[in-house]
């Protein structure tokens, strides 16, 4: 979401950073342009100022312009007051210590994503916190709305309220109030109606469900690609509804990110979860300072480790590990780290969360390299036959034209992959050289990711543009 604005910042700082002594003209010449590249952002008005006012004041005392490193410290103050105007270091969790059974109302506009928003966060609540939860939809005006509820709590296997038809949103709120004390219920979901602008009556039938159901907390979801517009439907529920908290959805998209940047500043509520994708376990608690990260190309580490932790299966990883620390890694080793890379998001999520590597992941996409090398590669390896894969050397010229045909690839894809094997295979014999796994950080310090993916292509086994040691790469 934040690719342009992220760049623009890059670019700022990267001159800053090159400069041996900054002076007081060089930091407002930089934050005018920071303050243009928010604007292009998005970002309102009212924020723009209040955040380069305070970045300039920061950024022109003594302990920037008397700094060794002045382009570093200009860095850290923008990241700073970005986490600051993002919500603060704390990241502000749903409340869910109140008698049960904890209601949390979702309210929003027509299409912001509620009802899926809804089925998501149960689903959070189930498998994270161990929680039971109930949903109920009060949707009686858009069609099927809660059948849509229904389909979608059978597929994170969380109970929904039964339908009864031409029942009113605050008898529906009433009755599901009774079913989840009956039920046991930890939390109750209420996926309350839209429109499709805020009105008088949208307005009343929210405040007559509240009074009803007394929730504990009311989140607004909020699509992230309406851009401003969104900070001005956030500003109009805050005035009528006590909202304790705000769900940003689709930021996977390619919005600009200004509403995410000013909707703490507009409703005085923190920002709690971001959507961030269309599958009903994408979605994770909003911690400003992973975002800040992210903008400013410093990686989240965090978000990658958690990611990988709640994907990588702990047999797998065990297995793989004492394979490695006997310098064993054949072709099924290498599938199964393909397909963990695919559930992690593939290569462009992962170069995005990691520090430094933004302009690999730009190499990556100006050279064509995107997720379908991986799918390209698991193809390739499953056009093999068993013993192919955990012998590769059995792989002569007229088997791999057979593995090519069977993939729907060239022979010289085929190749590429076995080559990649070889070095990786390699580099897991020089681990066992160096003391198993105890010698993996020696090794990824002398040759960074490089050294432990040398297939990867370039000098020194380094990530240049296009990836030409990926198959499927277009260079």
Known sequence: MFDNLSDRLGNVFDRLRGRGALSEQDVREAMREVRVALLEADVALPVVRRFIDTVTERAIGAEVLRSVTPGQQV??????????????????????????????MMVGLQGSGKTTTTAKLARLLKERHGKKALMASLDVNRPAAQEQLAVLGEQVSVATLPIVAGQ??????RRAMESARLQAADVL???????????????????????????????????????????????????????????LTRMDGDARGGAALSMRHVTGKPIKFAGTGEKLDAIEAFDPKRVAGRILGMGDVVSLVEKAA???????????????????????????????????????????????????????????????????????????????????????????KRVAAGSGLQVQDVNKLLKMHQEMSRAMKQIKKMGGLKGLGALFGQGGMGAAMPGLGGPGGGMPPGLPGLPGSKK
Not at 79 to 102: H, I, Q, S, T, Y
Not at 168 to 173: E, H
Not at 201 to 213: D, F, H, N, P, R
Not at 370 to 386: E, F, P, Q, R, W
């Open 75 to 104: 860095v850290k103050i923008v990241n700073d007051e970005l986490v600051a105007m993002l919500g603060g270091e704390d990241v502000k969790g749903l409340k869910l210590e109140a008698k049960p059974p904890v209601v949390i």
């Open 189 to 247: 979901l209420l996926d309350t109606a839209g429109r499709l602008h805020v009105d008088e009556a949208l307005m009343a039938e929210m405040k007559a469900v509240a009074g009803i159901s007394a929730p504990t907390e009311v989140l607004l979801v909020v699509d992230s690609l309406t851009g401003q517009d969104a900070v001005n439907v956030a500003k109009s529920f805050t005035e009528e509804v006590p909202l304790t908290g705000v769900v």
């Open 168 to 173: 009113q949103p605050v008898d529906i709120a």
């Open 310 to 400: 709640a994907t990588i299966k702990e047999e797998e990883a065990e297995a793989l590990a004492k394979r490695m620390a006997k310098g064993q890694f054949d072709l099924n080793d290498l599938r199964t780290q393909l397909r963990q890379m695919q559930n992690m998001g593939g290569l462009g999520m992962l170069a995005g969360m990691l520090p430094g590597m933004k302009k690999a992941k730009a190499a990556m996409a100006q050279g064509g390299v995107d997720d379908k090398v991986l799918v390209h590669m698991d193809a390739i390896i499953g056009s093999m036959t068993a013993k192919e894969r955990t012998n590769p050397a059995l792989l002569n010229a007229k088997r791999k």
